[in-house]
T-cell receptor
Framework: NAGVMQNPRHLVRRRGQEARLRCSPM?????VYWYRQLPEEGLKFMVY????????ESGMPKERFSAEFPKEGPSILRIQQVVRGDSAAYFC?????????????FGPGTRLLVL | GDSVTQMEGPVTLSEEAFLTINCTYT??????LFWYVQYPGEGLQLLLK?????DKGSNKGFEATYRKETTSFHLEKGSVQVSDSAVYFC??????????????FGQGTILTVHP
């Protein structure tokens, strides 16, 4: 059973460009979480999605960031007009349901570098 | 809001030494508690978890006991190995009602084990 897949693993963008990060959850998982890890810091929750629905985006910056999880295909985290402060590792995790006691399975992350 | 505090690192030990990484939390309700481990360049892997007070999670020689009276979930291992060198994250998720599995992480503790 393949784990959570993320691509690309590394992404370099110049300021003002767009970044698209993709996450394919584990088979059978319909709940996806995105977290951001800034250098030398822990992970911070960004957004929680189920298929075709955003359940909680309280951790997302108000501007430039958006996320989706369509009926078919991977979940996408989109960052428009990137700035240097967006440089971080972005992890997605999936679980079979959204209960608090459920284990979340993490992907390897996408490391975004903004020049 | 909810928060997790881990002991500051980095922690450096010799092989076969005893390990303790302290973790305390602040949360209303009855959170589930987790320890995740992150090896260099990889995503997070669940190490162990406990979902109610006095539960002990254990895996690969690591243990942690959910202590509600002290709001703690300290990680211990009796004899560390070089291969245990990694970053360790304590985390919680809220349970009950309409809560779901959004994880709140501590800042992480870097462990280095020397031969």
């Amino acid at each position: 059973n393949a784990g959570v897949m993320q691509n690309p693993r590394h992404l370099v963008r110049r300021r003002g460009q767009e970044a698209r990060l993709r996450c394919s959850p584990m088979k059978g998982h319909s709940h996806v979480y995105w977290y951001r890890q800034l250098p030398e810091e822990g992970l911070k929750f960004m957004v929680y999605l189920q298929k075709e629905n955003i359940i909680d985006e309280s951790g997302m910056p108000k501007e430039r960031f958006s996320a989706e999880f369509p009926k078919e295909g991977p979940s996408i985290l989109r960052i428009q007009q990137v700035v240097r402060g967006d440089s971080a590792a972005y992890f997605c995790a999936s679980s079979p349901d959204g209960r608090a006691l459920m284990t979340q399975y993490f992907g390897p992350g996408t490391r975004l570098l903004v020049l | 809001g909810d928060s997790v505090t881990q002991m500051e690192g980095p922690v450096t030990l010799s092989e076969e030494a005893f390990l303790t990484i302290n973790c305390t939390y602040t949360a209303t309700g009855y959170p589930s508690l987790f320890w995740y481990v992150q090896y260099p360049g990889e995503g997070l892997q669940l190490l162990l978890k406990a979902t109610k007070a006095d539960d002990k999670g254990s895996n690969k020689g690591f243990e942690a006991t959910y202590r509600k009276e002290t709001t703690s979930f300290h990680l211990e291992k009796g004899s560390v190995q070089v291969s245990d060198s990694a970053v360790y994250f304590c985390a919680l998720s809220k349970a009950g009602g309409t809560s779901y599995g959004k994880l709140t992480f501590g800042q992480g503790t870097i462990l280095t084990v020397h031969p």
